[in-house]
């Protein structure tokens, strides 16, 4: 069973470019919430999608958005990149039905902003 | 707006000591806490995951307990080894997200 994927592993891009980040969740999961963390940080939440809608949103500007597919993968979009966006984006999956329970962590996707 | 604060920030012990890891949450209403494991550059990895109605969760070397009322979780882990060495992250779930500490940057001396 494999767990949750994200891809690309690094990323580097310049100010001003925008960016996109894949996540599979694993299997069986059907909810996909995004973080970042910076460097000496704990993970900040951005935003969590179920059902291909935006469920519950963090205090990140529009620049951040995202996306859910029918098969419950899911993107990050960054707009207008700044050199403070340089960070680990984290996605996490769970089944919404459980509240309750863990989330699981991919390995995340380090991006360097130029 | 919950707050969730780790200490201390970084600890070095040798190679066989027992330790504790500290977590402090602002706000009671929350529906579990968890402790997971970063290592450089990784993701992160869950360790335990301790209901709102529970008070400890024990998992091999690791003990978490969780004293809601009082907005503080521990981290035990007994003998503690090198490949123990990581940053120990708590997590707090609430009605709106998961809220993280800034983590405990550990490392065990052989």
């Known amino acids: 069973d494999a767990g949750v994927t994200q891809s690309p592993t690094h990323l580097i891009k310049t100010r001003g470019q925008q960016v996109t980040l894949r996540c599979s969740p694993k299997s069986g999961h059907d909810t996909v919430s995004w973080y970042q963390q910076a460097l000496g940080q704990g993970p900040q939440f951005i935003f969590q999608?179920?059902?291909?809608?935006?469920?519950q949103r963090g205090n990140f500007p529009d620049r951040f958005s995202g996306h859910q597919f029918p098969n419950y993968s899911s993107e990050l979009n960054v707009n207008a990149l700044l050199l403070g966006d340089s960070a680990l984006y984290l996605c996490?999956?769970?089944?919404?039905?459980?509240?309750?329970?863990?989330?699981?962590f991919g390995p995340g996707t380090r991006l360097t902003v130029l | 707006k919950q707050e969730v604060t780790q200490i201390p920030a970084a600890l070095s012990v040798p190679e066989g000591e027992n330790l504790v890891l500290n977590c402090s949450f602002t706000?009671?209403?929350?529906?579990?806490l968890q402790w997971f494991r970063q290592d450089p550059g990784k993701g992160l990895t869950s360790l335990l995951l301790?209901?709102?109605?529970?008070r400890e969760q024990t998992s091999g070397r690791l003990n978490a307990s969780l004293d809601k009322s009082s907005g503080r979780s521990t981290l035990y882990i007994a003998a503690s080894q090198p490949g123990d060495s990581a940053t120990y992250l708590c997590?707090?779930?609430?009605?709106?997200?998961?809220?993280f500490g800034a983590g405990t940057r550990l490392t065990v001396k052989p």
């Open positions: 706000d009671s209403a929350i529906y579990n």
């Open positions: 996490a999956s769970s089944l919404l039905a459980i509240y309750t329970d863990t989330q699981y």
């Open positions: 301790i209901q709102s109605s529970q």
């Open positions: 997590a707090v779930k609430g009605n709106n997200d998961m809220r």
């Open positions: 999608y179920y059902e291909e809608e935006e469920r």
